[in-house]
Structures are given as structure tokens and as C-alpha cells.
């Protein structure tokens, strides 16, 4: 076995390890922490990975663009200020988002702040560490994770003990980023390199951003939708008990069945990842270079069944009251296994997100940079849509469907009309 097989294997394996680790802690973490607060904590993990992913776009375009006698010297300064300036930013835009989604408390705040530093010092941390230690790390932080969130959980019923769990394993998996670096003024030396790569990193951060848009903003805009009171309806409401007026069970159920359809969504990526290596190498489209993208799409018709068929078992995992006969909403309708219905309603929501996915993994391989713009535009109407229109579950995931339908026939019209204007 050829070391490049080797490592991919060991990746691959380190990959599998993280994720089934973070899905025990995603069990824990819902069957531990009062109603409510898990929709909560995977709001503001929906966001977090929102603002943290543009910097991981910008490392991975740093590797490609920087010569192989740069990437060594240059890579982690330039990283490091691009951070600093990103948190500035992620700063700014949390005290502009975190009011508008009307947390239940103001100590949410600033343990989202504690969260995003973590995860961009852990950004930071990777292009430093040995390769070898890179998989030793990550499930080391990932372990950390899980025990902090058993341990937390099950004493404070509250979203900031997940926040914390996240917030320590990003602490430390950004160790590494504590060793001496090269301290250069990197950005005149490597300006012209970054240069000629700045439309394919703009198009790259385009389609990054993009993609956790469309898998992340419906838990992020379930928040206000779901699990925020509205002001309108307490006007004759008696003895003021805000609760009333949210069902925060299905809050909770709305956001664990999403994790189950978006986590096959991110288990699926690493054949996107062969397909663009594979594609990305060629200067045209070959039908040996679809090979993985064919087995991405069977994967994820399978995947999406297999799910939409397989409710009974995510909710049995995620449902601590899977077997029992209550609770019962405010107006004495069981809810217990409501997880039931709502993941089959997920499958084609996100079904069309998984073929969008797939074009937009194809249009970043091929060059198309324009329909990687095309995408980050259509991404950010969709997230308003989400906002602005699904004002409970259902119209929810039916927003999803149909904003992820209209999306990708905008991006294959397109494609199809630069392909007709550049071969008439």
C-alpha cells in the first residue's frame, strides 16, 4: 500500500472516529439537558460553524496557492493575522445576530463568544501539527468532549454546558498553534502568488460558505421561528407564563432530526473531496472523473431512505421519553415520539441539498467560478426565506425543499447559458 493510500486510509478512520463520537455526544447532550436548551446549544452550533467555516476555506486555499517552499513559512502567519481579523469580525456580527434570535439569556452571549475564539484557534492550531498527530488530536478532543458533555449535562441542565464541552475540545485541539512560528511580514512576499489565485479563493470561500449556509441556517432561523415566544401572542395571555407559548419538545425534536439528515450530508463528504481532487487535476470533464461523483449520488439516495425508514431508531437514541406515555404539550396532545414524523419530512429537504451540494463541489472542480458566486448569492435568499416564512415546522422544511429546488435549477440555468454562450 502506497503511503498516499495509507494516509487517506488513516484519515478516513480518524474522520469515522470524530463523528461517531460526535454523535454520542449529540445523544447525551439531547437526552441530558432540559427542553428547550438542546435546540438551543445546536442553534448557536448552527451559527458558530457558520462564521467559523470562511476561515477553514481560506487555510485550504492558502495550501493550494502557496508554493511548496512557502507553504511551510508563510502559511501560519498569514493564517494568524487572517484569524485575528476574522474574530474582530465574528465579534461584530455576533452582537448583531444574538439579540435578533432572542436568547432566552444573556450568558448564552458570551459563552458563543468563548466557543467561536476556540474554534478559530483551533483553525489556527492544524497547519502546525504533524501530520501523525493531527488524527491523535482531533479524537483526543473529540473524547474530551463527549466526557465534558456526559459529566456537565447531567449536573447543569443547560446549554452552556455543551457550549463548554465544544469550547474546551477547540481549546484543545488549537494547542499546537502555541509553538514558535516564523514571524515575517509574509503578505508582500506571497502577494503575488495570492494574486494570481484570488478569483478561484474568492470562488472556493463562495461555495464553502454556501454549503454551510444551506445545511446550517434552517437550526439557526428554528430558533426564532420555534423556540422564541412571540411578543404578539402574550397580549391576553394569563398569569404571563412565556413557556406556554412555546412547544420546546419539538424544538428539540425539530433540531435532532435535522442532525440525523444533515449528519449524512457530512458523512458523505469525503467522496466530494475524491471527486474534486480527481476532477480539480484535470482541464476538462472526463466520464472517469464522475466516477466518485456517481458513487456520492447513490450514496445519498441510499442514505436519505435508509434514514427516512430508520425514524423509529433516531428516535429511540435521541428521545429520552421514547417508551413513556408522557409529556404531554399545553394542550394535552402527546408529543413523545414526535421525532417519529419529522425526520421522514426532512428527506426531501435535504435531498435536494445533497444533489446542490454535489453541483457546487462540481462547479468549484471545474472552474466555473461564476456559478460559485451564483451559489453563495442563491445561499443568502435562502437563509432570509428560512427566516422571514417558517414560522413553524412544517413550512419550515417545506421552505427548505422548494429554496434548495430553486437554487439548483438557478445554478444549472446558469451553467447552462455560459455553456451555450461559449459554444454556440
Known sequence: MSAVNRRSGGNLIAGGAIALLTVLTQIILR?????????????LLGLALILVVPLGAFSFVLRRALTAAQLEALHPPLLNRAALV??????????????????????????????????????????VTPAKWCAVIGIGAAVMRLIVSAWAAGNWTLAESGLAAFALAGLLAGLPALRDQPDTAPFSSAWPTLRAALVPGL???????????????DRVAAQLNLGTVDPDAM????????????NYRLFDDYQAAGLCMRGLLWSLLPLLGAFYAQRAALPRTTYASLRFFWIYLGALLVGTIAIAFGANVAGFLFNPNFFAKAPYDQNGTYIAG????????FAGPFLALGLLQGVAIFSLASRRHVECFVLAACSLAYTGVLFYVGHHAELLSACMFGGALISLMVLLFTGVVRYARTHP
Not at 437526552?31 to 442553534?43: K, S, V
Open 31 to 43: 437526552r441530558e439537558l432540559a427542553p428547550g436548551e438542546f435546540g438551543t446549544l445546536n442553534t
Open 86 to 127: 476574522w474574530g474582530i469580525l465574528c465579534v461584530v456580527l455576533l452582537f448583531i445576530s444574538l439579540p435578533f434570535l432572542q436568547l432566552p439569556r444573556s450568558s448564552l452571549e458570551y459563552c458563543m463568544l468563548l466557543t467561536i475564539g476556540a474554534a478559530l484557534f483551533a483553525i489556527c492550531g492544524r497547519p
Open 203 to 217: 470562488a472556493t470561500i463562495s461555495v464553502a460558505l454556501a454549503l454551510v449556509l444551506f445545511t446550517n441556517a
Open 235 to 246: 397580549v391576553n395571555m394569563p398569569g404571563g407564563n412565556t413557556n406556554s407559548l412555546v
Open 338 to 345: 414526535y421525532l417519529w414524523s419529522l425526520v421522514p419530512s
